[in-house]
């Protein structure tokens, strides 16, 4: 992460959109970037499916019209005189989480800044259709979480301490170095967590040697200190036993993490971190960078 000189944050209008938008502004400003402000209109699916719809004499006028009305909100959004960074505002006919991709993809973007979307009172259970894909699909980190919403004013965002939950897997070094990379960049306290299976304390009631958990966790700690080797970022490194995702979340909480970056993609290591990537996101208490 030498610089988040791109950063594309789609736009939906919700309520969490404008919070996440909030995160994108700071970032921008910050590394005195660019950012993308891009709309997704999905193709029209039926042509007299509601009244609005019948007031145009062809779906091809309908969708016109969708689209420029669209691209007139998603103008107003962000007043360009308003910022002190270079703003784009574009509108896209097609699928939203394709769009966001291949948008991400032409533009090189650094970053994606998303919410995830889920809605109702079981919203801190979900993660949208789109947030997941893009999650699946894009090939940059992606800046998300499930309280943002609740993003406090640009001014007032601070980033001073900095989570990095790892699994140890093949993956680690990028995501340790994304961490570290951000933390150094804004001078902020960083923590390295790892979970280990609650397993190795209790299985069927019955509960393990202590020593074998504490050589559990001075393994994982060498392991972590091995990759970090090289780095001269300092960092507390913290082993935990039990459920990743509630364990990450707890620990975020407690240390009052302003940031929490996790890796994401198929499982290859020890905790299945990446396997309860999802979980993670949808548990955590503060934004999620996944990387």
């Known amino acids: 992460m030498a610089s988040l000189s791109r950063i594309l944050a789609p736009v939906d209008f919700s309520p969490r959109c404008r919070g996440a938008i909030r995160y ?27 009244p609005e719809a019948m007031a145009y004499s062809t779906v091809g ?4 019209e969708r689209i420029r009305q669209r691209a007139s909100d998603l103008d107003g959004y962000l007043a360009r005189d308003s910022v002190d960074f270079e703003l784009t505002h574009e509108t896209v006919e097609g699928d939203p989480a394709q769009t966001i991709v291949s948008y991400a993809e032409d533009r090189r973007a650094d970053l994606v800044v998303m919410a995830t979307h889920g809605y109702g009172p079981f919203r801190r259970f979900l993660i949208g259709s789109v947030t ?9 980190p992606v800046w998300t979480g499930p309280h943002l919403e609740k993003a406090p004013d640009i001014d007032s ?13 093949t993956g680690t070094p990028a995501v ?13 306290g960083l923590a390295v967590i790892h979970v280990l299976p609650g397993t190795l304390i209790e299985l069927g009631g019955v509960y393990f040697d202590p020593e074998w958990r504490v050589e559990a966790a001075g393994t994982a700690r060498q392991q972590i200190e091995r990759l970090r080797s090289s780095s001269p970022t300092r960092a507390e490194v913290l082993i935990e036993f039990g459920n990743v995702a ?14 929490l970056v996790i890796g994401r993609g198929a499982h290859t290591g020890h ?21």
Request: net charge negative; aromatic share 10%; hydrophobic share 50%.
């Open 271 to 291: 905790g299945r971190l990446r396997t309860n990537a999802y979980a993670i996101l949808r548990e955590s208490p503060c934004p999620v960078v996944a990387v």
């Open 157 to 169: 965002i601070q980033f001073r301490r900095v989570l990095c939950a790892v699994d140890l897997s």
């Open 176 to 188: 340790l170095q994304w961490a570290e990379d951000f933390a150094t960049e804004y001078g902020a």
């Open 24 to 50: 994108a502004e700071c970032l921008a400003h910050h590394f005195h970037g660019e950012l993308f402000l891009l709309h997704a209109v999905p193709p029209v699916t039926a042509m007299f499916a509601s």
């Open 61 to 64: 006028e309908w969708n016109d």
């Open 132 to 140: 997941a894909k893009v999650l699946h699909d894009v090939h940059c």
């Open 246 to 259: 509630s364990s990450v979340a707890e620990i975020a909480l407690r240390w009052r993490a302003d940031l």
